[in-house]
């Protein structure tokens, strides 16, 4: 019998290699003294912006300032209420409270996670002025409805792009089809820093510019404060490794498709259900999640055979208590608490090697007495 020791995401494996690379774009920054926006983070800001495909990029502190922000920019505050998912990270939502508006929660499909924009239109009201869209695990929300929609409803939208960057639909990447997108460098992201940072992308001049100076006290020039802002940079150090790191975002991209595919293959006579990508899609697997009823079992069973695996997200956010204010209660966003408690992210990270899967399907199968 073996056993292995397989985290979620293998993150020092990706240092390891990276290790000589990163050093010497270390060495680049402590040489310039340059230390909070200066050349790494402008180049960065370009090559985001041309990967996604959007006119600007601009560096933040992390990705929940990016969507504070973004929300900010588009001068969204008390009274106003933003529709979001309630299956998400909480930031999603706590950048929605923490500009003075209200989050509206709009249920889930059960196939992607993601928000079902049918059912947008029961959640708009007179005072919605957003729709935070999260493209969650890494597959795409249904832009293309959802911006009909909010064209048609005057809405602006803020795509929560942290867990897709380079996904697509229509080959429409992730972040560059709303006003602004928002990503996350958290170091577990599939581009990922060894530290925190975010950015803002849009085609907007005008979000460009206003996140620009909220992101340095409310300023666009020195000592000229213009509102109250932030201090929210994405600093020169996160920068250049980001940047090294972004030249193989592409091919950690293929492999975390390639382990995905084994996962499908393997896993798909048992009784889970398995992660789906829609035609026309491209998921990128952030986190490659399964559901089914003895999601607990499973868990406690693989954590025992030293398989790293974590609920992505045991409460959606409407039953969480800070926001019971909002009066939702349970029962009213069922996919949303079906998923929270059906499902379980496996191992997949682009380190992820041919035995370390193979014990992590065998466990599974063994869990369902399949082998
Ligand atoms: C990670 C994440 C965020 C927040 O990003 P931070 O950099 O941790 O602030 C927001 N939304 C989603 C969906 C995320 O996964």
Request: hydrophobic share 40%; with cysteine.
């Given at each position: 019998?073996?056993?292995?020791?397989?985290?979620?995401?293998?993150?020092?494996?990706?240092?390891?290699?990276?290790?000589?690379?990163?050093?010497?774009?270390?060495?680049?920054?402590?040489?310039?003294?340059?230390?909070?926006?200066?050349?790494?983070?402008?180049?960065?800001?370009?090559?985001?912006?041309?990967?996604?495909?959007?006119?600007?990029?601009?560096?933040?502190?992390?990705?929940t300032d990016a969507l504070i922000m973004a929300l900010r920019a588009l001068n969204i505050g008390p009274g106003d209420e933003v529709i979001t998912s309630p299956f998400t990270f909480f930031a999603s939502a706590e950048s929605i409270s923490s500009v003075g508006a209200t989050p509206v929660f709009v249920d889930i499909s059960p196939d992607t996670y993601?928000?079902?924009?049918?059912?947008?239109?029961?959640?708009?009201?007179?005072?919605?002025?957003?729709?935070?869209?999260?493209?969650?695990?890494?597959?795409?929300?249904?832009?293309?409805?959802?911006?009909?929609?909010?064209?048609?409803?005057?809405?602006?939208?803020?795509?929560d792009a942290c867990q897709a960057i380079g996904a697509t639909q229509d080959c429409m990447r992730a972040g560059a089809i709303g006003d602004a997108g928002c990503f996350s460098f958290f170091p577990t992201?599939?581009?990922?820093?060894?530290?925190?940072?975010?950015?803002?992308?849009?085609?907007?001049?005008?979000?460009?510019?206003?996140?620009?100076?909220?992101?340095?006290h409310g300023s666009r020039r020195k000592y000229h404060n213009e509102c109250i802002g932030y201090n929210s940079r994405l600093d020169e150090l996160q920068a250049a490794i980001l940047r090294v790191k972004l030249r193989y975002l592409s091919g950690w991209e293929k492999k975390r498709r390639y382990r995905a595919r084994i996962y499908n293959e393997e896993l798909k006579n048992l009784p889970i259900k398995l992660p789906i990508e829609l035609d026309e899609y491209r998921h990128v697997y952030h986190l490659y999640v399964i559901g089914c009823d003895e999601r607990d079992g499973l868990m406690s069973y693989l954590k025992d055979k030293g398989i790293g695996c974590g609920v992505y997200y045991p409460l959606p956010l409407h039953l969480l208590p800070v926001y019971r204010n909002l009066g939702y209660g349970?029962?009213?966003?069922?996919?949303?608490?079906?998923?929270?408690?059906?499902?379980?992210?496996?191992?997949?990270?682009?380190?992820?090697?041919?035995?370390?899967?193979?014990?992590?399907?065998?466990?599974?199968?063994?869990f369902y007495g399949v082998k």
């Open positions: 019998m073996i056993y292995l020791n397989i985290p979620l995401v293998n993150l020092k494996r990706q240092s390891d290699r990276l290790r000589d690379e990163i050093h010497a774009s270390l060495d680049r920054v402590i040489d310039s003294g340059q230390f909070i926006m200066g050349d790494e983070e402008k180049t960065f800001e370009k090559e985001i912006a041309s990967f996604v495909g959007t006119t600007y990029g601009i560096g933040v502190g992390n990705g993601c928000m079902d924009v049918d059912m947008l239109y029961d959640a708009i009201t007179p005072r919605t002025k957003a729709i935070i869209p999260v493209h969650i695990f890494g597959h795409m929300v249904d832009m293309k409805k959802l911006m009909e929609i909010a064209k048609a409803r005057n809405l602006a939208v803020i795509e992201k599939n581009l990922g820093g060894m530290g925190d940072g975010g950015m803002v992308v849009t085609n907007r001049k005008d979000m460009d510019d206003a996140v620009r100076m909220f992101r340095v349970i029962g009213r966003l069922k996919n949303a608490e079906g998923a929270a408690i059906t499902t379980l992210a496996i191992p997949l990270c682009p380190e992820l090697n041919d035995l370390e899967q193979e014990y992590v399907i065998d466990s599974i199968k063994e």
